[in-house]
């Protein structure tokens, strides 16, 4: 695919209306939809230095590439192209400081109006690229003051287009659909922050409210505009990622369908759309059917390598629930040379799935899961000024092996699938989870037969966790909620492995809400909270907050968010 480090073109000397822009953008789109990068590309870049839409939506593109290599060269492009595009809508606002005042004085244009919703959503996606490029705190702080500033500007154009005195010109959709993709992404985003954090969000002047931001980006990923498909990508996250992996583990799956359907019929062979479909079977359980998608989005396209690597993290994850250790090793593998968004993860999981082989079994490459785990460490990386959460896991937890003789890690690759809420996945096939727990089991009686070591509490907690997700699964709840008391009973041995004390109270709360125990549910999830600094913490805490909010309960006054432990 093209990089898009091509030196502009000189655009036609012919002028094009506001709406003949919008309609070559929305063309451009469609190509991008169909898996035609460069041309899609190709068709933008002549006119990125005159028109602001064509310079927003060749910023975006080059910005979703950068996001998904993680190169810094890329990344660095794309963050000097927002810039350009941003100076391209600037050339274009109302000369007068605010946007506020500029209502107050004459009525802006259609065309100034449109420059400022794209002007907002370039000063968003800056911020975004700023984050993910620097480290200092200087950075971070010209990060969030551009992320102010781009919400101010939303929520005053929405305020506008509300009133009676906002210009309704022919492309008025469009602009509505900018607002409404503005609006509802930052309502939605900041609505799944636990409620202490929130309250601060809300006193520098943000608001998130998850009704009303899925209220705006259903209207807009429902219309036919401009934003449509970021709209709609935005809640297919939501659904399928967010819902899921910090919430309960449902996930909306009902609700990303009827999402997808349209655009599944009009970008039949659309690879991202492939993607979130194998992703909503994936959640449903159909194993097999969400193989056979994320293979189809593989071979829907070349150009992006990018969208198969999305691919092969859910496919190692379907193979993981159906126990095939080489084909999960195999995906993994795949990762760990192609991708660099985390490679210390990748090469863990690699030694994972491993050591999950019988031990005279043959290695795939020769390789040895000991020698990977001591691999782990060299991979650490930096995103946003801070390891990844689940990076600094994995490292933690590969530190094991860096004994002469270590000792195992019992079940690596479940341990890793219940943080991602995989036990939810199986739930729906019973098969699965019987193999799952019969897994489990084997782990168990070679713990009883390891000589006592440092770890070896953690390990046994461990096990009951993971046993009693099986069991809850199974509908055996008595078990299950002894498997999990005897994580809690076992909290004052435990050496490291200090996240399961919380995270078995918040499966212990679940299960109380499944036999309609609310009053306990309540008490323990508040417990839970009490909790600080063990590995994981953000997660289980959106986790926590999420829970609370399926029992509506009044969650309280949260405990102070350190991100050194997210």
Known sequence: MSNGKEEPCTADSSQMTLKESLDECMEALDLFLNNHFNESLEKLQPRVNVSMYHALIYATVLEMQAMMTFQHDDISHAGNTMKMAQDVCQRVRNKSSGLVSKIAGEPLTEEQLHAEVCYAECQLQRAALTFLQDENMVSFIKGGIKVRKSYLIYKELHSLIQSNTCVNGPCHSHLVGGVSFGMGAFNLTLSMFPPRILRLLEFAGFSGDKDYGLSLLNTGATALNLRSMLSALLLLCYYTFLTFVLGTGEGEVSEAEKLLEPFRRRYPNGAIFFFFAGRTEEIKGNIDEAVELFEDGCKAQQAWKQFHHMCYWELMWCFTYKRAWKMAYFYADLLSQESRWSKAMYVYMKAACLSMLPEGESRPFGEDEVELFRQVPTFKQRIAGKSPPTEKFAIRKARRYRAERPVKLPVPVLEMMYMWNGFSVIKKRPELTAGMLETIEEAQRALLETP???????????????????????????????????????????????????????????LYHDQGRRDEAIKILHKAKHYKEYSMESRTRFRIHAALAKLKADPGDEEPLDASHT
């Open 452 to 510: 006592e070591h440092e770890s070896s509490a953690d390990d046994q907690c461990l096990i009951h966790l993971l046993r009693g997700m099986c069991l809850k699964n199974q509908g055996l709840l008595r078990a299950a909620e002894e498997s999990f008391n005897s994580v809690c009973a076992g909290e004052k041995r435990i050496r490291y492995e200090h996240y399961l004390v919380p995270n078995a109270m918040v499966e212990l709360s679940l």
